[in-house]
């Protein structure tokens, strides 16, 4: 049974061409996480929700918007993808209830990003 | 800064034992994860550790000494789907998850 479920598994667009992906779950976790990672790198955190929470990492450009309309779904939106953009973007969830170190996150398959 | 190191990569040979080490340097310590990570696929968690010594399951055990900020992965009877890459993450003091970039091992038959 999938959990965390990422659409599409593999995504193409073109310089510039805003990109929309997409993540739901089945768990009713709290958190969900957006994660990009490039080969042979750490996953990179670029923002999570807790709840409605919105929290962006410092760094994560201004490019890169997130939506949470409920607690199921999260959509990352890239406004205007530059080259340096391709990479397997991860959504993951946890549960975010009680003692917040010790819970795994949970992740989708990932959405790989090419830019053409 | 923070800082997680593992090595790059490792080979193991099928059937054999494999300790894949993490150090750590972080603002603070709430725990530690090890993640396996197939090629293209995302990463499924295997082991958390909080408090210091030898956590076992199966064919795969953790090891952390939070003194020396050191874990490893203990993998025994190597399978060749046992193939992938392995992460370690540090739980810092503000519940954030710090990722190492892992360490991708080869099995060889």
């Known amino acids: 049974d999938a959990m965390v479920i990422q659409n599409p598994r593999y995504q193409v667009t073109q310089f510039g061409k805003p990109v929309t992906l997409s993540c739901s779950q089945t768990?009713?976790?709290?958190?969900m996480y957006w994660y990009q990672q490039k080969s042979s790198q750490a996953p990179k955190l670029l923002f999570h929700?807790?709840?409605?929470?919105?929290?962006n990492e410092a760094d994560t450009p201004d490019n890169f918007q997130s939506r949470r309309p409920n607690t199921s779904f999260c959509f990352l939106d890239i406004r205007s993808p530059g080259l340096g953009d391709a990479a397997m973007y991860l959504c993951?969830?946890?549960?975010?209830?009680?003692?917040?170190?010790?819970?795994?996150?949970?992740f989708g398959d990932g959405t790989r990003l090419s830019i053409l | 800064g923070q800082n997680i190191d593992q090595p790059t990569e490792m080979t193991a040979t099928e059937g054999a034992i494999v300790q894949i080490n993490c150090t750590y340097q972080t603002s603070g310590f709430n725990g530690l994860f090890w993640y396996q990570q197939h090629a293209g696929e995302a990463p499924t968690f295997l082991s958390y550790?909080?408090l210091d010594g030898l956590e076992e399951k199966g064919r795969f055990s953790s090891f952390l000494s939070r003194s020396k900020g050191y874990s490893y992965l203990l993998l025994k009877e190597l399978q060749m789907k046992d193939s992938a890459s392995y992460l370690c993450a540090v739980v810092d003091s503000n519940y954030q998850l710090i990722w190492g970039a892992g360490t991708k091992l080869i099995i060889k038959p």
């Open positions: 550790n909080v």
């Open positions: 929700y807790y709840d409605k929470d919105f929290n």
């Open positions: 993951a969830t946890s549960s975010g209830e009680g003692d917040a170190s010790n819970q795994p996150q949970h």
């Open positions: 768990l009713n976790h709290n958190v």
